[in-house]
């Protein structure tokens, strides 16, 4: 059994910079792949960004050279530093983690984006 724990959402002006962590439970981490999604009023669920096991990245073409993703996995955790924040960022975000018998998803964390 995996669990995640996101931290770090809140309220931010637009331009303004939030980092997100997500801390794992489980002795598998440092295997799998992670990532991040999102999820706004009224629409549907949306990848943000993943990192293989290996540290390979990948972005939603809406968020490419403004966020940046990252996994330390001597701490089971991994990080969202976001940048340069729009309004259209607001969301729920959400981690997540692919293994071998599962995929598993934190709670949630609202990021609010004012403008």
């Known amino acids: 059994q995996v669990q995640l724990v996101e931290s770090g959402g809140g309220l931010v002006q637009v331009g303004g910079s939030l980092r997100l962590s997500c801390a794992a439970s489980?002795?598998?981490?440092?295997?799998?792949?992670i990532g991040w999604y999102r999820q706004a009023p009224g629409k549907q669920r949306e990848l943000v960004a993943t990192?293989?096991?290996?540290?390979?990245?990948n972005y939603a073409d809406s968020v490419k050279d403004r966020f940046t993703i990252s996994r330390d996995n001597a701490r089971n955790t991994m990080y969202l530093q976001m940048n340069s924040l729009k309004p259209e960022d607001t969301a729920v975000y959400y981690c997540?983690?692919?293994?071998?018998?599962?995929?598993?998803w934190g709670q949630g964390i609202q990021v609010t984006v004012s403008s």
């Open positions: 990192i293989s096991s290996g540290g390979n990245t």
């Open positions: 997540n983690q692919k293994t071998t018998i599962g995929t598993y």
């Open positions: 489980g002795r598998t981490f440092s295997i799998n792949a």
